[in-house]
């Protein structure tokens, strides 16, 4: 089996994983409730989407 | 025709996925809106409208065909007989897919599935739309064309004088405007 020749120095391993980034959400505001929401996505505020109200894409207790 | 699914089904084997398809399906049909995982709802799309289409269809054989994969007799009579009529009107897109927030367990895109039951509101075709706007933008051409004509014509006017009222009448409008326009342009290097 082929294994690493020598120890990966933590320079080397944390400059690798410098590179682990989160991106950022996109997020546009709910033409109906005004607060932030992500595009093409019913809104878990209100829970409207292109002005069609859906209940059960409203946010639960559960999610915080 | 709906493309066929490539790579690996759902749930871990063909018969697996027909039988989760199937379900979803027939929940729909029963419930008219479901939450379902993305990739599910994709995958369920085509077969739901497929039954619709068939419920259109409404004979013997059809109902046949759905019972092939909705089990439950009493919501393939709910399909054929409440839900085919709404649907007689609509050419295709019966279901509509919206997309909502993850679900908090796995993260997992989730959808509301639903049979789209509203009347068609009669929205024109493309095409119909497309030409209405060219020929909007022809005549606002054609009232440009026959102002920079009368503009030029102050020196020469007999000619432009006959031509300008032809171009403003709507219906000759779209034949004038090429000559009207060819004639503005010979009248630049004069001017």
């Known amino acids: 089996m082929a294994v690493p020749k020598r120890k990966m120095s933590r320079s080397n391993t ?51 | 025709m709906p493309t066929p699914t490539k790579g690996p089904r759902l749930g871990g084997g063909p018969a697996h996925e027909r039988l989760m398809l199937a379900n979803l399906v027939q929940s729909l049909f029963e419930h008219d809106s479901i939450v379902t995982t993305e990739a599910k709802a994709r995958r369920m799309r085509p077969l739901a409208e497929r039954m619709v289409t068939f419920a259109k269809r409404g004979d013997l054989a059809a109902r046949r065909k759905v019972l092939t994969v909705v089990k439950d007799k009493g919501v393939v009579h709910r399909l054929f007989v409440e839900i085919a009529p709404d649907m ?19 993260n997992a895109p989730m959808c509301i599935v639903e049979l789209v039951r509203e009347p068609v509101n009669a929205k024109p075709k493309r095409a119909v739309v497309a030409e209405a706007e060219a020929a909007a933008k022809r005549s606002a051409k054609d009232e440009e064309a026959a102002a920079a004509a009368a503009t030029e014509a102050d020196e020469t006017a007999e000619v432009e004088a006959t031509e300008a009222p032809a171009a403003e009448a709507p219906e000759a409008a779209a034949n004038e405007a090429p000559e009207a326009e060819a004639e503005a342009a010979d009248e630049k290097p004069q001017a």
């Open chain 1, 14 to 64: 944390r400059s690798r994983r410098a590179n682990w980034k989160a991106a950022p959400v996109a997020l546009t505001t709910c033409p109906a409730c005004k607060s932030p929401t992500q595009p093409h996505m019913a809104c878990p505020t209100c829970g409207t989407y292109k002005d069609r109200q859906y209940a059960v894409a409203e946010r639960t207790e559960h999610q915080a």
């Open chain 2, 88 to 106: 007689a009107e609509r050419e295709g897109g019966y279901t509509r897919v919206t997309r909502m927030a993850a679900r908090k367990g796995d």
